[in-house]
């Protein structure tokens, strides 16, 4: 056999190993993987930058389910609209986006809702995401949730309170709010944690609960 047919067979042999190898796809800015054997998929990362992002209900005939882990890590989107299929979504995923102000959800999902901007699971037991630049300079937390992580780097709060369900201040969860001035409702809080109020510089009504007995290291 001829030196170059072999160079040709090895090249085709390389091409058809990368194809059943790589499960990463790339299509309107989003990074895809393909999850629970072959039968959907979940966006683990951006390439493309935007404004406006709309998670979309398929890709590629099967449906999207899954925001992975810091999936938008780090986007300058305004704006998020999250579609129907959308079940999971991991830590991290709208960490430092900055700019984002509106987050909508498709009204047939059955794992996550939007109220006011603000997202929720579907029972609103968890505040998953309240947005950096979410307009608001007061916000309640629903009598219904019972564990949030959701403040960081917003720009515009100046007072939050909190229900009675809530036992422990989450790690970074007031991280950078520098406008922040007022967190009510912290009677039941037995622990605050790491960097839960790091760098809110204008933090000046602070009441420490009676059974706070544990507080993280830069809390």
């Known amino acids: 056999m001829k030196k170059i047919e072999i160079i040709l067979i090895l090249f085709v042999m390389f091409l058809l190993v990368g194809c059943t190898t790589n499960t990463q796809y790339s299509e309107e ?8 054997d072959g039968k959907s998929y979940a966006i683990v990362g951006f390439e493309d930058d935007y404004y406006n992002r709309k998670i979309p209900d398929e890709y590629n005939g099967l449906p999207v389910t899954e925001l992975d882990t810091s999936a938008l890590e780090n986007s300058q989107m ?15 995923v709208f960490s430092n986006c900055v700019n984002l102000k509106k987050i909508t959800v498709d009204k047939n999902n059955k794992s996550y809702i939007s109220k006011d901007n603000v997202l929720y699971n579907i029972d609103m037991t968890e505040l998953v995401c309240y947005p950096s630049s979410l307009n608001n300079k007061k916000y309640e937390l629903p009598s219904t ?28 969860c007031f991280y ?29 009504d602070f009441t ?9 290291s830069y809390a």
């Open 29 to 36: 800015g989003f990074i895809y993987n393909l999850i629970n």
């Open 78 to 92: 305004e704006s998020i609209y999250i579609g129907k299929n959308i079940e999971v979504m991991g830590w991290y």
């Open 145 to 172: 949730v019972q564990s949030y992580f959701a403040f960081e780097n917003n720009k515009y709060l100046e007072e939050v309170t909190l229900n009675s369900n809530i036992t422990i201040i989450e790690g970074s």
């Open 176 to 204: 950078k709010a520098k406008n922040l001035k007022v967190v009510n409702g912290m009677e039941n809080v037995k622990e605050i944690t790491r960097y839960a109020f790091y760098n809110c510089e204008k933090l000046e």
């Open 208 to 216: 420490l609960p009676t059974n706070l007995s544990k507080i993280g």
